[in-house]
């Protein structure tokens, strides 16, 4: 056997091996990630803008900084990086073909966030916010906060 195909072989073989480990197992649980990652994220962009009314009066809260806009903006980009991770076969492997839709949907409205806060209009970053929230609550009736998968550990923080 000459050197070369000893190497083919070689790498050969590792590639096989390497295709019959499955898929990476995530460094968090899904209750960690949405308790750590999601939830957060989310309430920076929740949090943007408020339309708030008390004994005070009414009170609008936005983004009035280019920083402001920036973190809103960032936190809309984090949502579809969190989206994404949670399609992967770590985090979808043992849910359903829905799992992958409803993260799906929460890149896409992640989509419309980014574009809601590059077009600096608070009304529309309000309204992007809703959905965000329609697309995690409808998650949670699929798939509640405390409930996971066998090795998953329940959160003890708020559902994301």
């Known amino acids: 056997m000459t050197k070369l195909t000893s190497i083919a072989i070689a790498t050969a073989v590792a590639l096989l091996a390497g295709c019959n480990q499955g898929p990476p197992t995530p460094e968090k649980t899904v209750q960690q990630l949405m308790a750590d990652d999601v939830q957060p994220t989310a309430e920076v962009f929740w949090d943007s803008v408020q339309f708030i009314s008390d004994e005070d009066g009414y009170h609008e ?54 574009q809601a806060a590059d077009s600096r209009d608070a009304e529309k970053v309000f309204e992007v916010g809703g959905t965000v929230y329609s697309v995690c609550s409808g998650c949670h009736q699929v798939y509640p906060p405390a409930d996971g998968l066998p090795g998953d550990i329940a959160a003890e923080a708020p559902p994301a």
Do not use: H
């Not at 809309?76 to 043992?94: D, H, N, V």
């Open 61 to 114: 809260i936005f983004p009035e900084t280019d920083a402001d806009w920036k973190k809103t903006r960032d936190a809309a980009t984090r949502l579809i990086e969190l989206a994404e991770l949670l399609q992967t076969p770590g985090y979808a492997a043992e849910r359903g073909e829905d799992w992958v839709q409803i993260s799906q949907s929460l890149a896409e409205v992640g989509r419309l966030a980014e």
